[in-house]
């Protein structure tokens, strides 16, 4: 089943903070976040696995609650070049890996203005 | 940029029509996973391809096919096109070293009519 993301759409300015959840209805092995921007291929962002700590890089973080099957990315301090369509993209936890056959969400539009 | 190149970029076929699309994963990865992603979407998992061989199907018809060849490259084939077949097909390569992560190409825009 196609986790659930929210909100669907955010509008920031520079500088500010936001948040992107993941939910889903089934136990999860790994939660992967990617980045589309406008006629663009999806750019890997991070992946975070079951029984792993919280990823980050720069202004970019996440977390994986596997009691709640959720995951948030945080993106700090934005800046115009985050603009894009987020993406989270789950393997179910049937013993491990599926090797990239993700389950994508809907994506969440995020704009980010000057 | 990925590595992964697709071809054509875009592509318009008629309702009934057969079409092939390409796929040239990034050097050194064994792995192909091919999605469909509709307009406003996320994209969704066609097939994966490992070592030539079909290594998991999503929920898609057998009229989409698939090969794998020696040097990891892949090809995607969708028979007797349907107006619903409208959308981007992504390609997207990777390495089984646990940790998957996927390196997308810039897709390939199919329009049936």
């Known amino acids: 089943q196609q986790p659930v993301q929210s909100p669907q759409a955010v509008i920031l300015r520079e500088g500010e903070d936001a948040v992107i959840n993941c939910s889903s209805s089934?136990?999860?092995?790994?939660v992967h976040w990617y980045r589309q921007k406008h006629g663009e291929a999806p750019v890997f962002l991070m992946i975070?696995?079951?029984?792993?700590e919280q990823k980050g890089h720069e202004k970019i973080s996440a977390s994986f609650n596997e009691k709640k099957q959720q995951s948030s990315l945080y993106l700090t301090a934005s800046q115009l070049s985050y603009s894009g369509t987020y993406f989270c993209?789950?393997?179910?936890?049937?013993?491990?890996?599926?090797?990239?056959?993700?389950?994508f969400g809907q994506g969440t539009i995020l704009t980010v203005h000057p | 940029e990925t590595g992964v190149t697709q071809s054509p970029t875009h592509l318009i076929k008629t309702r009934g029509q057969q079409v092939t699309l390409r796929c040239s994963s990034q050097?050194?990865?064994?792995?192909v996973s091919w999605y469909q992603q509709a307009l406003g979407q996320g994209p969704q998992f066609i097939f994966q391809?490992?070592?030539?061989?079909?290594?998991g199907r999503g929920n898609f018809p057998p009229r989409f096919s698939g090969l794998q060849f020696p040097n990891y490259s892949s090809e995607l084939n969708v028979n007797a096109l349907e107006l619903d077949d409208s959308a981007l097909y992504l390609c997207?390569?990777?390495?089984?070293?646990?940790?998957?992560?996927?390196?997308f190409g810039s897709g390939t825009q199919l329009s049936v009519l």
């Open positions: 050097s050194g990865h064994n792995t």
């Open positions: 993209g789950t393997e179910g936890d049937a013993g491990g890996t599926s090797y990239g056959k993700l389950t």
């Open positions: 975070l696995l079951k029984g792993g």
């Open positions: 997207a390569s990777s390495y089984r070293d646990g940790s998957e992560k996927l390196f």
């Open positions: 089934k136990a999860l092995y790994s």
């Open positions: 391809y490992y070592r030539e061989e079909e290594n």
